[in-house]
């Protein structure tokens, strides 16, 4: 014959079962709350990666544009020879003339793009000084997220290693309580977003503050048996 509940001891072993409960709940929050940690950081580190990839990218661009202004120079500097050679071909002076300024022309405009030339490769210089100075600053940026990495998985381990020690707790005071209580007190805590039982505040539900009547609180008051709130069905008791 099953022995009947004794709702005076019972009771402080379900409170103190919540309050493993809720210590559980918050180390397992923390858990999944301490990767975010590294959030920040890793923002600023996919953003100084896509730094360096429009560096590279505009060193890349440049590069491409002087080895075009260098073919368009050989090709200029070839039309010089060729009007050079067609010198001692021409009749008159006015051909000739016509010539040295064609010729001069071209001279100029070949001399506008060596300059262009110069310009770009100055350009790459800058660019290049800027990307190995992006790099050392990635670098720098890509060690701080490393060991700040190493430190949450530490910090993990260690908040993994107490919920193992509150498990032992926990396993050790459920051991102690009537199985029909414990079913309830789980049903509960699974269904009221981890609190199953509440105390007594103010005259009100601890758990959604709904007023109970003076009844009520005699019946909890009596410990005789389990007083639960009308609006939320959570235990109550009286925090004495």
Do not use: W
């Amino acid at each position: 014959m099953k022995m009947a509940v004794n709702y005076q001891q019972q009771i402080p072993i379900l409170v103190k079962l919540q309050e493993i409960d809720s210590f559980l709940a918050d180390l397992r929050n923390e858990i999944e709350r301490k990767p975010l940690e590294l959030g920040e950081l890793k923002l600023r580190l996919e953003e100084k990666k896509k730094q360096l990839d429009v560096i590279q990218e505009d060193i890349k661009r440049i590069k491409i544009n002087i080895k075009e202004k260098e073919l368009e120079l050989k090709s200029g500097e070839e039309e010089v020879k060729r009007l050079q050679s067609q010198l001692m071909q021409v009749k008159t002076n006015k051909e000739y003339k016509s010539l040295l300024m064609e010729i001069e022309g071209k001279k100029a405009d070949n001399s506008l793009i060596e300059d262009n030339i110069l310009d770009l490769m100055e350009e790459v210089d800058k660019k290049e000084l800027e990307l190995n100075k992006e790099r050392d600053n990635f670098k720098h940026l890509e060690a701080e997220y490393s060991k700040e990495e190493a430190r949450i998985k530490s910090e993990i381990a260690k908040i993994e290693n107490q919920i193992k020690d509150k498990e032992k707790e926990r396993e050790e005071v459920c051991s102690h309580l009537d199985t029909q209580l414990l079913s309830i007190y789980e049903r509960l805590l699974k269904n009221r977003d981890g609190l199953a039982i509440v105390p007594v505040v103010n005259d009100a539900c601890g758990g959604c503050h709904l007023s109970l009547r003076p009844q009520i609180i005699n019946e909890i008051k009596r410990k005789d048996h389990l007083v639960t709130c009308e609006r939320c069905s959570r235990i109550l008791y009286l925090d004495e």
